[in-house]
C-alpha cells in the first residue's frame, strides 16, 4: 500500500510523513533527501549544478541508500551534509533535469516494491506513484513556512533573517512550480491539507484518519 505526500518547503509534509508511517507501520521514503545527495555529490566534485550533462552523470554514478533515518551517499552519512542552504539551493537546480529525475524515480519506485509506504516529495502523487492508495498534498502561508524555517535555523544557531528566508522559500517554489517535467502541483485525486494553523499532532490525526477510513 503506498501513500503520497507532496508539497511545498515547509508545508510540514516532512514531519507529517515520518510520523505517518510510525502510526501506520510503514516503511517512509524522503524523495527530497535523493536530490539533495545529487545536489551534495555535484558540489562535493566542484561541478557546476547548471552544467546538465555533469550533473546528470553524477547522478548515475552515486549510491544512495536509508538506514534507520540517516542518509547514506556512497557509504557516507550525509544526514546533516545535505540540509546546508548550499545543497538545498543545489537541489532544486539539479531537480529540473529530466534524466536526474528518471534515475531517482526508478530508485523510488523499486524502494516500494513489496512494502507499504509513506513517500513524501513534489511528485509522488503525480508522476511516481499515480494509482497510490491515497495521496495527500499539504500547504501552508509562506509565512508561516518561513517562520518555521527561521525557527529551524534558530535552534542550530544558523544567522539568517526572516526575510532571506522568505526569499529563498519564494524562489525555490517558483523553480519547484514552474520546471517542465514533473511540477510541484496536487494530483487530481490528491486531499489537500492546509497546515498553517495546525499543530502537527492534528495534521497526524486528520492524516491517519483519512488513510483509516479507506482500508
Ligand atoms: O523536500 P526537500 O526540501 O528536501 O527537497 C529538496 C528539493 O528537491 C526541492 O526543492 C525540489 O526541487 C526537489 N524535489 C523534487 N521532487 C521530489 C522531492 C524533492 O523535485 N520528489
Keep these: 500500500m503506498i501513500v503520497t505526500i507532496d508539497g511545498p518547503a515547509g508545508s510540514g509534509k516532512s514531519t507529517a510523513a515520518r510520523g505517518l508511517s510510525q502510526r501506520l507501520g510503514f516503511e517512509f521514503l524522503d524523495t527530497g533527501a535523493m536530490y539533495r545527495c545529487v545536489a551534495l555529490a555535484v558540489l562535493q566534485r566542484d561541478i557546476d549544478p547548471a552544467d546538465e ?53 526508478y530508485l523510488q519506485r523499486q524502494a516500494a516494491e513489496g512494502v507499504d509506504i509513506v513517500s513524501e516529495g513534489r511528485d509522488q502523487g503525480t508522476v511516481v506513484f499515480p494509482n497510490a492508495f491515497c495521496k495527500f498534498f499539504l500547504i501552508a502561508d509562506p509565512e508561516e513556512r518561513a517562520r518555521r524555517r527561521y525557527d529551524e535555523m534558530q535552534a542550530q544557531d544558523k544567522k539568517i533573517t526572516l526575510e532571506e528566508i522568505l526569499q529563498q522559500i519564494y524562489q525555490r517554489d517558483q523553480r519547484d512550480e514552474s520546471r517542465t517535467v514533473a511540477p510541484l502541483k496536487p494530483a487530481d485525486d490528491a486531499v489537500e491539507i492546509n497546515t498553517s494553523c495546525l499543530t502537527i499532532d492534528e495534521v497526524l490525526d486528520q492524516l491517519e484518519q483519512t488513510v483509516r477510513d479507506r482500508q
Excluded: K, M, N
Excluded at 74 to 95: E, K, L, P
Design 53 to 105: 550533462q555533469a550533473v546528470v552523470d553524477v547522478s548515475r554514478q552515486i549510491r544512495i541508500s536509508f538506514s534507520e533515518s540517516h542518509v547514506i551517499l556512497d557509504g557516507a552519512d550525509v544526514t546533516q551534509a545535505i540540509r546546508t542552504a548550499a545543497v538545498t539551493d543545489a537541489a532544486s537546480q539539479v531537480a529540473q533535469y529530466p534524466a536526474v529525475r528518471e534515475a531517482l524515480v
